[in-house]
């Protein structure tokens, strides 16, 4: 299994932590709210960053603002994903900090009740909930 300092989870290359100078720029209230949900800043290659958090059924979340750590909490810049290990991600975009924090805890790993895997970016929160039911 791969860990925050093995293999990318979205991407399979090294990732690495972002630096403290960039964990340093992120608004305190953001890197609050996603440090106190358990979230680990991660670099996830390509200039790309992301809040990463590891489940127990072998898929993982991560949630950013626009490929970044830090945006404004209120505005729908937000998109969170869950990704399985094996494949498969649901993401909904659109989001504030507070619905992409929603959505983290919510969204049902990426496969049908029929095994199939999902992979598909959606509108709404909504939208992933009806489509996994």
């Not at 992120?26 to 958090?53: I, N």
């Not at 990426?110 to 992979?119: M, Q």
């Not at 598909?120 to 909504?126: D, F, G, K, T, V």
Request: charged share 25%.
């Amino acid at each position: 299994m791969e860990e925050l300092t093995g293999l990318g989870p979205a991407t399979g290359h090294a990732a690495a932590p972002p630096s403290a100078a960039t964990l340093d720029r992120v608004r305190p209230p953001v890197r609050r709210a996603m440090e106190g949900a358990g979230f680990k800043a991660m670099d996830t290659g390509d200039g790309c960053l992301a809040w990463f958090r590891r489940l127990n059924d072998m898929t993982h979340v991560m949630v950013s603002a626009n490929n970044t750590l830090d945006g404004d909490p209120a505005a729908a810049d937000w998109i969170a994903g869950r990704y399985g290990d094996r494949g498969g991600f649901v993401e909904v975009n659109g989001l504030t900090l507070a619905g992409a924090l929603e959505a983290a805890e919510i969204l049902r790993p990426p496969a049908r009740v029929d095994g199939s895997l999902v992979e598909a970016l959606y509108p709404s929160l909504q939208d992933a909930m009806d489509d996994l039911s």
